[in-house]
């Protein structure tokens, strides 16, 4: 491919899921061009774990394999976990979910962010990548469109794909509105070394401040992801190694027994956005730019993979059909497809972030249904459920 030329898809963002998109729809046989404000830092196995990991379920991971993708993160320090035990902190209401529920020989598996980044970035042979380069502006034609970046380099597609993330330039340049609240909630992550091994169990305790999750990582440490409203956030931050040790001890319920070392932590806000519409003619929104998830459930990126296989199946569609990657009626199979199951858990997680955040005695007395195994109605259980399958049922190619 050369540089300026037409492209059939323009991809601003290259985090997990632009990346992983880019080289879908590059290995379908689109030209495709990548834009990228940063380059990712390479993959470096001898250095500590990445902050930022995350939990992938089944069917994004079927995604990455398909891709050729799943080979090179499998290869390097991944963490499967067979069992997620979830338990209130005021309640005796536990549930603790198998891998044999769904029949396969892990729920999932922990990786670090920027592993999957890596992975993805190297399979890039086939995309023209811009980088570092930032999209300055967007005209939209009725053909085609044209990405203007700060580098004063232009780029035309017949499709610009918005993958940048919350704050996405494509979605504000076109004028799709979002709802959405900050949970005036943070999450404090970091690797921690707990007294008792992990058991290759994903460990989550409610409390009403927000819940504290362990997840194995390979090294026997855990990924810790404990979310607090920000007055407490705000405290945990200025404690010092052993005070804040001692207080995740408590928090977590002495599950692991104690917490004997963390030696590096950061916090992220949270907050809940949903665009109004994925797609324009000549426009589509993915990942994050579309749906930012509270991540009590792990979710995030598992969506905006989930995406990524139905923009594709959209895309080859459309092809078969004739019509051009930008084709408004191809891009909204790929948003049939894709919205309602976004705003499932959406609503799934907000609902249980509301329901521990209230003081109200009424949803106080919910929350063990919220949690108990035995309701078919748990919202946990379905979540840990969706977690756990993915979008199986889907027919997208990619996820067969
Ligand atoms: C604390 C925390 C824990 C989480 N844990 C999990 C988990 O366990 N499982 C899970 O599935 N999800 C989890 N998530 C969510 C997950 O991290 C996100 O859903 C995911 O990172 C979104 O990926 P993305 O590629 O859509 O966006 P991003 O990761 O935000 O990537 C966007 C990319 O676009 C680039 N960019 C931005 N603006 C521009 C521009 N104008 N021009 C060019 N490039 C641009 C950025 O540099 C970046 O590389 C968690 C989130 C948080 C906050």
Request: hydrophobic residues 45%.
């Amino acid at each position: 491919m050369k540089r300026n030329a037409r492209y059939d898809v323009a991809i601003v963002g290259g985090g997990m899921v632009g990346a992983v998109a880019a080289v879908a729809l590059g290995q379908a046989g689109f030209d495709v061009a990548l834009v990228e404000a940063k380059a990712p830092a390479a993959f470096d196995p001898a250095a500590d774990f990445d902050l930022r990991q995350s939990a992938i379920a089944p069917g994004p991971r079927r995604l990455l394999d398909n891709l050729g993708l799943w080979a090179r993160v499998a290869d390097s320090r991944i963490c499967a976990f067979t069992g997620m035990k979830v338990w209130d902190a005021g309640h005796e209401a536990r549930l603790f979910l198998e891998h044999t529920a769904i029949g396969l020989p892990e729920l999932g598996h922990i990786v670090e962010n920027g592993l999957v980044v890596d992975a993805a970035w190297q399979a890039l042979d086939t995309v023209d990548v811009f980088c570092p380069a930032m999209l300055a502006g967007l005209d939209i034609h009725e053909a085609f469109v044209t990405l203007h970046l700060d580098d004063e380099t232009e780029v035309t597609a017949s499709l610009v794909v918005g993958a940048e993330g919350a704050n996405s330039a494509v979605r504000d340049a076109v004028g799709i509105g979002t709802t959405g609240w900050s949970y005036d909630q943070r999450c404090t992550v970091g690797a921690v070394t707990t007294e008792r091994h992990h058991q290759h169990i994903a460990w989550q305790r409610f409390t009403e401040t927000g819940p504290v999750a362990f997840l194995p990582l390979s090294d026997g440490r855990c990924s810790l992801a404990w979310h607090a409203d920000d007055a407490l956030a705000a405290e945990l931050a200025d404690l010092d190694h052993d005070a804040f040790c001692a207080r995740l001890t408590e928090a977590s319920g002495g599950v692991l027994g104690r917490i004997e070392r963390m030696d590096t932590r950061a916090a992220f806000p949270l907050k809940l956005m949903h665009a109004e519409r994925y797609v324009e003619p000549r426009v589509a929104l993915i990942g994050d730019a579309a749906h930012v998830v509270h991540p009590m459930a792990g979710q995030g990126v598992n969506l905006g993979l989930l995406d990524v296989a139905e923009l594709v199946e959209a895309l080859e569609t459309g092809r078969e059909a004739g019509a051009d990657a930008g084709a408004l009626t191809y891009l909204r199979r790929y948003q049939r497809a894709r919205m309602s199951d976004n705003l499932a858990m959406l609503a799934a997680t907000d609902g249980l972030k509301r329901l521990y955040g209230s003081a109200n005695p009424v949803l106080r007395r919910l929350r063990g249904l919220a949690i108990s195994g035995a309701s078919a109605l748990s919202p946990v259980r379905q979540i840990m459920l969706h977690q756990a399958v993915g979008l199986s049922d889907s027919g997208a190619r990619l996820l067969r």
